[in-house]
């Protein structure tokens, strides 16, 4: 090792994290993006110590707040790694300790100091019926703030299913008219599909781009293909007992305790684009097929409308 | 779930019954430890006094209230310095524009050093709480493993599995017992006078964490309800008593309902805020048609007025710790504390019902699910209460499908406007009367209304009597 590998460790130890959690993260990281090994020394660069911060400006809309549940589980990097070392997060509704008009007011200066710098991350999704009457922040409608912030963004990420493609405010007969920020908006968004997604796909995005300075390749619906590129049925360890015709018919039976194949009981993981299985949730402990659920469907668009009713075969 | 389960009668397996328990008092562990650290922490602690701080006298405190993992002078070194690097970076981010030196903020600068120390490391801590839930669900947050009729996760009653939740339960609640509660207490203990603030009159709890397949007798945390703070008076709650009102919400429809005839049609127009007529999103769940507070302070009391001796013993040595009279409990400070108190009691719990689920399964009992037919017309209900508070699930079946199906969740209680008859919601209620140093920066209203857990971005709207003025205060 020489010197100056020393002292970035050196570093990073005196922030609490060890040389081989640092690589394993990068390590993790590099192979869910997809990229080569050579990158790995690039990836630790991104999260030493930037000289400025990459500013993040993180709006709530119509959700459940899940996705910002699911971004504080990340791991390697921890959550205070990201927030107090890799970003700026200007404006985050749940975490932020601003509240009221000085909150207002943070968002309003956040965009005008950082125009055309920011990442934008939205979370849930956008009212348009009756003027977008339907959501609001502070007396502005959701409508309003998004076209404001999002035209001032150097780029649009979208977290999770609602902010993506509408999700359950979406669904029929869906009374506020919600959509997803990119129908809403009419622009390009790069969508982290999922309800909630795995916080692996959002941190993957961020640092393509603070890697490469660009987002990641997208598929035609906006989702990172290091992450989207193949389906849930492609990459499942039950693949073996589907090609085997060796199916779950009931919960709790001696097929479901022999870990079959849950097609028959609804599984949606041939339809549905995701590294689920690959990734896993929460540190690699499982993913909802490990734990005998069949897959819903999460990231794919409309799947409240399209794959209902669950638990019955395709 | 439960209210389906309720409506087709099929009852869960015990495997299934614990499992859930598992679930659920994890949830309690994880959830209340985000809210106290990082969703209500700000509104007593100020991070920008830790820099102020002396480290050797932070490190002595530290070592004199709580038995925190962490901690001596080099600690307190360090996490100072890694706040100042992030302060002297110009980019503060998330703790920008807030109330940092505000006259109601008490502590001195090394119980904020600490408090903001445990706020990072407790960030760490839940992510890998969390993982509980992974384990037997899937996921977290939205776990799947629940389904109508028990649990699906055959392949995870392995023993390496249930040692690893057992090993992350017992590192949370050594967390709980060891950081949480010392914090709690000694933060509390500059702000008694939140012991006379903020409080409601009745109280609701639903309960929830069967020991067995009697309810509600068997709950872990009891059902009752309180009325007019009477603790010693604890009614059985039922929820045939239970209406919403639409008066002052911005849906259809005049007389309150009952869940199971119960209507959710939102007004077809872009709704406007009214001071005298309709201003909510919320409706306003009436039970006997009074409003009640649910959540940790309800289940709390309900236990303490039944005598459940490890609440009752709990909340006796946090009032005697303080100094404080029971009455104290009726507050923001006692609301705090209890959500404190709840998660001591059923964090200790879950590492019993761990080996009561080790047990059934060495007795050869792996059972999981139970079948079940879906009936051409039934109705049923599903009572829980979750970390925030009371949750009742109403369904209606018709020809084999769903015709009705609603649900009160907590923060409709808590936040609830108005009813028909004018009478407030408990945040509405809690709020009179409550001592703004400065209005426009009312942390005190923050403190109670984030108090409550609540799971919304309300708007709250205060009203200075002097100017006349409207404060929109948005508790995020």
New interface residues.
């Given amino acids: 090792m020489d010197k100056e590998e020393r002292a970035f460790y050196e570093k990073l130890e005196?922030?609490g994290v060890s040389r081989r959690d640092f690589m394993k993260f990068c390590t993790f990281l590099t192979a869910t993006m997809g990229l080569s090994s050579s990158f790995i020394p690039k990836v630790a660069e991104v999260f030493a110590a930037p000289a400025?911060?990459t500013?993040v400006i993180w709006l709530?809309f119509g959700e459940c707040t899940?996705c910002t549940?699911?971004a504080?589980?990340?791991?390697y990097p921890?959550?205070?790694q990201l927030?107090?070392?890799v970003?700026?997060?200007?404006y985050?509704?749940?975490?932020?300790?601003?509240?009221?008009?000085?909150?207002?007011?943070?968002l309003h200066?956040?965009v005008e100091k950082y125009k055309g710098k920011f990442i934008c991350v939205v979370e849930g999704a956008i009212a348009t019926k009756?003027?977008?009457?339907?959501g609001k922040?502070?007396?502005k409608t959701f409508l309003q703030t998004a076209k404001e912030v999002c035209s001032k963004a150097a780029g649009v990420i979208c977290i999770g299913q609602c902010s993506s493609y509408g999700n359950i405010q979406a669904a029929k007969p869906n009374?506020?008219g919600y959509k997803g920020v990119g129908a809403a908006l009419g622009i390009k968004t790069v969508n982290i599909a999922g309800?909630?997604p795995?916080p692996i796909n959002f941190v993957g995005t961020i640092v393509n781009y603070l890697l490469l300075g660009k987002l990641p390749a997208l598929d035609d619906i906006g989702r990172p293909l290091f992450a989207y590129g193949q389906t849930i049925h492609d990459n499942c360890p039950r693949r073996g007992h589907f090609e085997s015709g060796e199916f779950v018919e009931?919960?709790?039976s001696k097929e479901?305790?022999e870990?079959y194949c849950l097609f028959k009981v609804g599984c949606r993981g041939p339809e549905t684009y995701n590294n689920c299985s690959i990734v896993?949730?929460?540190?690699g402990?499982?993913?909802?097929?490990?734990?005998?659920?069949p897959c819903?469907g999460c990231s794919q668009p409309d799947f409240w409308d399209k794959f209902t009713p669950f638990?019955q075969e395709l | 779930m439960r209210a389906v389960e309720n409506a087709v009668g099929v009852k869960i397996p015990k495997n299934a019954r614990i499992i859930r328990n598992l679930m659920h008092g994890a949830q309690y562990q994880h959830d209340h430890i985000v809210h106290f650290y990082h969703l209500h922490a700000l509104d007593w602690v100020d991070v920008v006094s830790a820099l102020k701080a002396d480290p050797a006298k932070t490190a002595a405190l530290s070592d004199n209230v709580s038995n925190a993992p962490w901690g001596g002078v080099a600690y307190f070194k360090s996490v100072q310095q890694r706040l100042q690097t992030f302060v002297d970076s110009g980019q503060l981010g998330p703790f920008s524009n807030a109330y940092w030196g505000h006259p109601a903020y008490k502590l001195p600068p090394e119980a904020n050093l600490m408090a903001t120390a445990h706020y990072i490391e407790a960030l760490r801590l839940q992510a890998k709480a969390a993982r509980m839930h992974a384990i037997f669900g899937g996921k977290n947050p939205h776990p799947q493993h629940l389904v109508v009729g028990g649990v699906t996760c055959a392949n995870d009653l392995t023993a390496d599995r249930i040692a690893e939740f057992l090993y992350i339960t017992k590192e949370t609640q050594d967390f709980i017992k060891n950081v949480y509660i010392p914090d709690l207490l000694a933060v509390a203990s500059f702000y008694k006078d939140w012991g006379a603030i903020g409080g409601t009159s009745n109280f609701l709890a639903w309960g929830d964490l069967p020991l067995s397949e009697k309810e509600p007798e068997s709950l872990f945390m009891p059902r009752g309800v309180i009325m007019k703070r009477n603790i010693a008076g604890v009614m059985s709650a039922d929820p045939t008593r239970v209406t919403e009102h639409v008066a002052r919400s911005w849906y259809e429809g005049k007389e309150p309902r009952h869940p199971y005839t119960g209507e959710t049609k939102p007004l077809q127009e872009d709704p406007k805020y009214a001071t005298e007529g309709k201003y909510s999103w919320l409706k306003a769940p009436r039970y006997d048609g009074e409003s009640c507070e649910v959540g940790p302070l309800a289940r709390t009391l309900v236990a303490y007025g039944l005598g459940r001796p490890e609440i009752k013993a709990t909340v006796d040595k946090v009032l005697s710790t303080l100094g404080v009279p029971a009455a104290a409990l009726f507050s923001t400070l006692g609301r705090t504390a209890a959500r404190g108190i709840e998660t001591l009691v059923v964090g200790e719990a879950v590492q019993g019902w761990v080996m009561e689920l080790v047990e059934n399964l060495k007795a050869g009992d792996s059972k999981i699910y139970e079948t079940w037919e879906m009936p051409d017309k039934a109705q049923g209900v599903g009572l829980n209460d979750v970390p925030r508070g009371s949750l009742g699930h109403w369904i209606v079946i018709d020809g084999k499908k769903i015709k009705n199906y609603q649900y009160v969740v907590p923060s409709t209680w808590n936040l609830g406007p108005r009813c028909a008859k004018g009478k407030m919601g408990p945040v509405e209620e809690a709020l009179i009367g409550t001592p703004v140093a400065d209005p426009k920066k009312p942390l005190e209203v923050l403190r109670t209304v984030h108090s409550f857990d609540p799971c919304i971005a309300c708007a709250v709207h205060v009203i200075d009597p002097d100017s006349n003025e409207v404060y929109k205060i948005k508790a995020l």
């Fill in positions: 005196g922030k400025q911060r500013p709530h899940g549940e699911a504080i589980r990340a791991m921890w959550i205070d927030v107090l070392e970003l700026d997060v200007e985050q509704e749940t975490i932020m300790a601003a509240a009221g008009h000085q909150a207002e007011e943070q200066n956040a009756f003027n977008g009457g339907y922040v502070a007396g009374p506020g309800c909630p795995n009931v919960f709790g479901a305790a870990g896993k949730f929460n540190g402990t499982s993913w909802p097929v490990q734990a005998g659920h819903i638990y």
